[in-house]
C-alpha cells in the first residue's frame, strides 16, 4: 500500500477511536452476561449524552432471549432525539427483583467499555421492571442521576401481594370454600388461575355473587376503571362500575405466587390479624358494595363476620425476609424518582403509589418523588407522548431542582413526540396493607 495510502487509511482508524463519532445510523450492540443472560445497547446517530437503562417486566421472556431497550411504539423516538438505550434479560426467570439490578449494572458496565461513560444514566422500566429501578436508585444513587418507573409496583412485593391475598381469601371463603382454589402454596399459576375463572364465572351472572364478587375486589383495592377499551364510568354508574372491576379481577387479585414462593421458601403473605370490616371501610368502594348486597338481599355484616372467623394464613419471617430484600423500598431516595401510572391500573392498582408516597413521606424525601397520573385505564398503556413527557419532567427535576409537573404545563415537554397526552391531577388512595422496609414493621407481620 502506498505511503498517503497508509496515511490516509491510519487517519481514518483515530478519527473514528472516540465513541460513536463515525456512526451515520444507529447502532446495535449485543452482548452476555458471564452467567448466560443477554443484554443490548441501541445507539443513536448523534449520542445525546443520556443512557436510558430499561427494566423489563415480570416475565417477559427467558434469559436467552434479546431484550428490547424501550416499550415499542417509543424506542424510535427516544433514539431521534439522541438517547442511548440499553436493556438486560434477568439471568433469573419469574420474580427476579434478586438478579435483575445487577444484571442491569452489568449492562451500565459494558455500556462504558463498548462506548464511553454517560453524562447522564436513568433507570426506568415497566410493571415490574418499575420495581428494579426503584431499587436501583435506592441501593446505586451514585450510578443514576434519576429513575422513572412506569406502571410499577413501586411500593414493593409485601405490601402489594398482602393486598392481593385479601381479595383472593375473601373470594374464596365466601363464593368457593370447598374448592380446589388456592391462596397460598400455589401449585401452578395458570392452573390456579383457571379454578378462579371457574368460580368467577359462576358467580358473576348471579346477585349475590357479584356482591360477594366486589366485596373481595374492593379489598383487594381494584379501581373501578380497568378496560383501556371503555370510557370511564360515571361514579353513580354502579353496574357500569362493577363490570370494570369484573374485567380486572382476576389479574389483579389471583397474582402469580409459585415462583415467589419457591424463591422464598416459604409463605411470605400473610392476613393474620386483619379486620376485613375496617379495611372495607377504608377501601373508599363500601357505596358500591352496600348497594350490591342491598340488591342481592344479602346481610354484609355477616359475610362480615364469616371472614373474621375464617382460619387465617400465616407466614414464615425467612419467606419474608426474602421477599423485603427483593424488594421493599426504603425511601430513602437521593436522586429524583417520578412515577407514571394511569388512575384505572388493575394490574398495578393505584393504591400502589399511595403505599410508595408513604414510605418516602415517612423517609423524609418527599421532594426526591414526583407522580404523574393519567386519565386513563390499563397496565402500562402509555401512548408515547406520555412517556416522552414523563422523561423531560424528570430531566427538569434533575437539572433544576424543582418538580414542575401541573397537567397544563407538561404540553410545553416533548411537544413533537406522537400520541394523546391525558395527564391528570390525582391523589392515589393509601395502600391498605402498606409495608415497609424494616423487619417487624407491618401489622400482623410474625416475628422471628
Not at 74 to 103: F, H, I, M, R
Not at 277 to 287: D, F, I, M
Not at 355 to 382: D, K, M, P
Request: proline share 8%; with cysteine; aromatic share 6%.
Amino acid at each position: 500500500m502506498p505511503l498517503q495510502s497508509r496515511g490516509a487509511l491510519l487517519l481514518a482508524i483515530l478519527a473514528c477511536s472516540a465513541p460513536l463519532c463515525c456512526e451515520a445510523q444507529p447502532r446495535h450492540i449485543d452482548g452476555r452476561h458471564a452467567a448466560g443472560a443477554r443484554w443490548a445497547i441501541d445507539l443513536p446517530d448523534a449520542w445525546n449524552g443520556t443512557l436510558l437503562l430499561y427494566g423489563r417486566g415480570y416475565g417477559s421472556g427467558p434469559p436467552d432471549q434479546a431484550p428490547e431497550t424501550a416499550p415499542r411504539g417509543v424506542k424510535d423516538w427516544l433514539l431521534s432525539q439522541g438517547y442511548a438505550l440499553a436493556a438486560s434479560s434477568y439471568t433469573g426467570a419469574g420474580w427476579a427483583l434478586e438478579e435483575a439490578p445487577n444484571d442491569q449494572l452489568e449492562v451500565l458496565d459494558a455500556f462504558t467499555r463498548e462506548v464511553g461513560k454517560p453524562r447522564r444514566a436513568i433507570a426506568w422500566g415497566n410493571s415490574m421492571g418499575g420495581l428494579v429501578s426503584v431499587a436501583l436508585a435506592e441501593r446505586h444513587p451514585q450510578r443514576f442521576a434519576g429513575a422513572l418507573p412506569m406502571c410499577g409496583s413501586v411500593s414493593g412485593s409485601v405490601g402489594m401481594l398482602n393486598t392481593a391475598l385479601d381479595g383472593a381469601f375473601a373470594f374464596r371463603t365466601l363464593l368457593a370454600p370447598e374448592s380446589d382454589l388456592r391462596l397460598v402454596g400455589v401449585d401452578d399459576d395458570r392452573l390456579n388461575g383457571d379454578r378462579a375463572k371457574r368460580v368467577l364465572d359462576a358467580a358473576w351472572p348471579k346477585p349475590e355473587g357479584r356482591a360477594r364478587v366486589l366485596l373481595s375486589a374492593a379489598l383487594a383495592q381494584l379501581p373501578t376503571w380497568t378496560d383501556a377499551a371503555s370510557a370511564e364510568p360515571a361514579p353513580a354508574d354502579f353496574d357500569a362500575l362493577a363490570e370494570q372491576i369484573h374485567k380486572a379481577f382476576l389479574m389483579g387479585v389471583f397474582v402469580p405466587r409459585t415462583d415467589q414462593e419457591r424463591r422464598a421458601q416459604g409463605l411470605y403473605s400473610w392476613n393474620t390479624g386483619v379486620d376485613y370490616g375496617r379495611q372495607l371501610a377504608r377501601s373508599g368502594l363500601l357505596p358500591l358494595v352496600r348497594d350490591a348486597y342491598a340488591r342481592a338481599g344479602l346481610d354484609m355484616t355477616k359475610d362480615l363476620a364469616t371472614l373474621a372467623a375464617a382460619p387465617r394464613i400465616a407466614a414464615q419471617p425467612q419467606a419474608i425476609a426474602y421477599m423485603r430484600a427483593n424488594y421493599v423500598p426504603s425511601g430513602k431516595l437521593s436522586i429524583p424518582l417520578l412515577t407514571l401510572q394511569t388512575v384505572g391500573d388493575g394490574v398495578t392498582v393505584p393504591g400502589t403509589h399511595g403505599g410508595y408516597e408513604r414510605i418516602v413521606r415517612e423517609a423524609g424525601r418527599s421532594n426526591r418523588l414526583g407522580q404523574l397520573w393519567l386519565n386513563a385505564a390499563g397496565h402500562c398503556t402509555f401512548t408515547p407522548a406520555e412517556v416522552a413527557t414523563a422523561l423531560r419532567a424528570l430531566e427538569d427535576r434533575i437539572e433544576t431542582g424543582h418538580w414542575h409537573l401541573a397537567p397544563e404545563s407538561l404540553g410545553r415537554l416533548a411537544p413533537n413526540a406522537p400520541g394523546d397526552r391525558r395527564f391528570t391531577t390525582y391523589t392515589p388512595p393509601e395502600l391498605l396493607r402498606a409495608c415497609g422496609s424494616k423487619p417487624g414493621s407491618c401489622p400482623g407481620e410474625p416475628r422471628p
